[in-house]
């Protein structure tokens, strides 16, 4: 696994995004019965905000996972905890198999987002706020160094709903490093002039 980012192209994705997010799998992201069109005008949307950013996650080229990093002051999220200065703001979504599953697979996106993140020397903690009852989420977190803080609500993302609950969660880039074995987080380190 070698994984890239680059930004989202908004019409180009579109076909592979939609075909992530009208599955089931991705229910929590609140995008199951949305069109390919909708798909254009959600990431046009993200693109032009000026606060919020859409990458492809490439897995030696491939598409593999959708990130999405925002400014947490800019987002439903100023009203319900105190941002601090550092704070950024993700959300992920990995690309259902093509194939049998790899063993560790999500782990290791996780592992490449948060260093990813973790990458801007400006960025001190992340924030999540996924779906309450997304369980899997919830234990992927906790593996790279996520703590909940609580359950918050927010605005729905699912047409269906008319809210949102989510379990607020932050990681410190010193909780990122304790979860990696030294030769994982010499790189991430190395972005603060630490050595391990």
């Known amino acids: ?16 995004l939609h075909s992530w997010v ?8 609140g995008m199951v019965s949305a069109t390919e ?8 949307k993200i693109s032009d905000s000026g ?3 859409a990458f492809l ?16 002051e800019s987002s439903p999220l100023a009203d319900v905890y105190e941002v601090q200065d550092g704070d950024i703001g993700m959300h992920l979504l990995v690309a259902p198999p093509s194939g049998d599953p790899q063993a560790g697979f999500t782990t290791s996106v996780m592992q490449s987002v948060m260093a990813e993140l973790f990458d801007d020397p400006a960025t001190q903690r992340v924030v999540v706020e996924p779906d309450a009852r997304n369980h899997k989420i919830h234990v992927l977190n906790e593996k790279v160094g996520f ?8 605005p729905a ?5 008319d809210h949102k609950q989510g379990l607020l969660s932050f990681c410190t880039r010193e909780d990122f490093l304790a979860t ?14 630490e050595s391990l």
Do not use: C, K, N
């Open 57 to 72: 996650g490439l897995d030696d080229g491939v598409p593999a996972f959708l990130m999405e990093r925002y400014r947490p």
């Open 180 to 193: 990696l074995t030294p030769i994982l987080a010499a790189p991430v380190a190395a972005t603060r002039g």
């Open 51 to 53: 606060h919020h950013q």
């Open 157 to 161: 993302v699912d047409p269906a709903e």
């Open 147 to 154: 703590r909940p803080h609580g359950v918050v609500t927010l």
């Open 1 to 16: 696994m070698s994984f890239t980012f680059r930004p989202v192209d908004p019409v180009t994705d579109a076909p592979v």
């Open 22 to 29: 009208s599955q089931e799998y991705a229910r929590f992201w």
């Open 37 to 44: 069109q909708d798909v254009v005008e959600e990431y046009t």
